[in-house]
């Protein structure tokens, strides 16, 4: 079975949520679902690749503009994302034409400064995007970069890239518009480490777990693609024993406060167990989505809908 892409994780997720789920004012961010679906290396070459990437709420850019795109690096303001070796050195900046939609803003096109031979390879190492509006520092985001031999005998000798992160550290839990009559569903990413090209079908499982007895509330099990790039894999949950046509609904969970978890079996092997937590009917944000105590630059922006939704990061055990 091939998993759809949630294009809702894609292009709108940022921090904005709604009155009873603990309000916070909208604060600058690049959603993590953009960031997560749309930045990667080259399989060859890992060389930085960046496709269109959503923010909330930036500031009104400091030189105006007359098009569409109130930050453009000819015309208006300066939107730029650097992007850092773990030492700090600077090895590249992309400057952004972005439009905004609403509260939110849709970076659709850049131009990389010192153009595009500018851009070099990146070695196996750990790496920093920073994202500035008018030189002023408002996110990151950290990942790394990985190198593996490639073994493809029909392919040239050489190595192959994988970019790692948050890909293999978190999962994301949603349901639409909020409504607790609605269905839970995951989403995850995915990948085969190869350093060969591949493309294969292999079964997984998913399980929601309440932890205080071990009881699984709701289950699932077919196929997803593993390739040797990070592929999003969105997860429908059934109810345990019931009726397999049907969906669990979130109600079924917002029901009971306490602790959950959701159990991930990829291929035989446990890919992930991702812990939650009910509270007064609602589920809660976790780790970096909240921004008590978190440094405003690592805050997980989600903002679906221009901030009327939300789904939570779920952090792999």
Known sequence: MKIPIRSVLVVALCVALMPDAGAQSCAPGITFGSLLGNVRVGYGDGRLQVDKLYAACLPEPARQNKSNFLYDPDNGGILAMRVKSADGQLLGTYVWYAERIG???????????????????????????????????????????????????????????????????????Y?????????????????????????????????????????????????????????????????????????????????????????????????????????????QLQGRQVRQGTDPLDVITDHIAGGRYTSWWLRRN
């Open 103 to 173: 509260s939110t803003w849709e970076l659709a096109r850049y131009k990389v400064v010192g153009g595009p031979e500018s851009v070099k390879p990146l070695g196996p190492g750990d790496y920093l995007l920073e994202f500035a509006a008018d030189d002023k520092l408002f996110a990151r985001f950290a990942f790394s970069v990985v190198a593996v031999k490639s073994d493809d005998p029909y392919q040239a000798a050489g190595t192959r890239f994988f970019i790692d992160g948050p890909w293999s550290q978190y999962g994301n839990l």
């Open 175 to 283: 349901y639409q518009r909020n409504d607790p009559q609605s269905s839970l569903q995951f989403t995850t990413w995915v990948q085969e480490r190869s350093g060969r090209e591949s493309k294969r079908s292999v079964p997984y499982e998913i399980k929601l777990v309440r932890s205080r007895n071990g009881q699984v509330l709701a289950e699932e099990a077919a196929t997803l693609r593993l390739e040797p790039r990070w592929l999003t894999a969105n997860l429908n949950l059934r109810p345990a024993g019931g009726d397999r046509t049907s969906f669990f609904k979130a109600s079924e969970v917002l029901g009971e406060d306490g602790a959950y978890l959701i159990r991930l079996v990829v291929d035989g092997k446990v890919h992930g167990e991702y812990p939650f937590t009910v509270k007064g009917g609602q589920i």
